[in-house]
């Protein structure tokens, strides 16, 4: 067995967080876990171009070619297992995975979501629609947070938030830009880093 924790990310779009935990890699800042798997669910996603130009296997799953949510899950469920996958990061995965499936991860999967949670969480606020959100409220701080998934959207177990401030004149895109680069880019490849050394304190 790799003297590292296994690791896959689950993607849906362009990848930049993804990219940030690569990054994170290869400046040796996750000495403890290694990315072995990138899984779309989306056709041509270009995490998948990001994963090729890493070395790192990429995979395509969609539902409609699994026959739904409960053949995708089954799949995905067989990938992890055939490259002994020991922890889950979802980098801009917009697909809900089911409490059957959760249940059988516990604390072993990682998510980035880009507000302080609880704020503009839950079903339905994912990517721009968390900044739009966040300006039509008004607030003066927004951020990012990282938490373990369980089966309530956005519910588990808080890691780490970054508060990252909210200016006068800014667009949803310009807010997204501001949040990913000051906090999401910043948390998620620690989180990955903090549960991988955790993973290996259990193995021994």
Not at 29 to 55: D, F, Q
Not at 118 to 132: D, N, R
Request: charged share 25%.
């Amino acid at each position: 067995m790799s003297d590292k924790a296994r690791v896959a990310v689950l993607v849906s779009g362009g990848g930049t967080n993804l990219q940030a935990i690569l990054d994170a890699q290869a400046a040796g800042k996750i000495p403890h876990g290694e990315v072995g798997l990138v899984v779309s669910n989306r056709t041509g996603a270009y995490a998948l171009e990001r994963a090729k130009a890493a070395g790192v296997e990429a995979l395509t799953l969609t539902k409609k070619a699994c026959g739904g949510q409960e053949g995708f899950e089954a799949a995905l469920t067989a990938a992890l297992a055939e490259r002994g996958v020991e922890l889950i990061v979802l980098a801009g995965f917009l697909a809900i995975l089911s409490e059957g499936f959760t249940r059988r991860w516990p604390r072993r999967i990682l998510n980035v979501h880009p507000s302080l949670i609880p704020s503009f969480c839950g079903a339905g606020f994912y990517g721009l629609k968390v900044h739009e959100a966040a300006l039509e409220k008004g607030v003066k701080v927004t951020g990012a947070t990282v938490h373990f998934v369980n089966e309530i959207p956005d519910g588990g177990e808080i890691l780490y938030q970054k508060a990252v401030p909210v200016r006068k004149g800014d667009t949803p895109e310009v807010l997204q830009r501001r949040v990913m680069e000051q906090a999401e880019w910043k948390l998620l490849p620690r989180a990955v880093e903090q549960v991988s050394r955790e993973i290996l304190a259990h193995r021994t």
